[in-house]
Nanobody, 124 residues
């Protein structure tokens, strides 16, 4: 069973930065695409970023491109999300997700395993 544990959320002022981490308990992490999603109160879950396991190609949601950087350290089985220039609209619970496929995907329903989430609060 795959387990994902996010950390790094917290309170930050608009314009500030945070780095989220997601530690994955998997074997052969290079078989898994890993992604970040987020869900704000009263809103649907939305895709944020995804990183391929090999080659480390990434895809971002338009709303975060240029401000967020997703990357992974396969040696540490960890996915990261560096968030810069945070806006109040970035405030949400952020979730790490993974699936045992190497093809990247931005659809949440395609992911088999999810973390418990970490809260990001952005003050104006």
């Amino acid at each position: 069973q795959v387990q994902l544990l996010e950390s790094g959320g917290g309170l930050v002022q608009a314009g500030g930065s945070l780095r989220l981490s997601c530690a994955a308990s998997v074997r052969n992490v290079t078989s898994y695409a890993m992604a970040w999603f987020r869900q704000a109160p009263g809103k649907e879950r939305e895709f944020v970023a995804v990183v391929r396991p090999i080659g480390l190609n990434t895809r971002y949601a338009g709303s975060v491109e240029g401000r967020f950087t997703a990357y992974r350290d396969n040696a540490k089985n960890t996915l990261y999300l560096q968030m810069n220039s945070l806006k109040t609209e970035d405030e949400a619970d952020y979730y790490c997700a993974t699936r045992k496929r190497t093809i990247i995907c931005a659809t949440g329903d395609e992911y088999e395993f999810w973390g418990q989430g970490t809260q990001v609060t952005v003050s104006s």
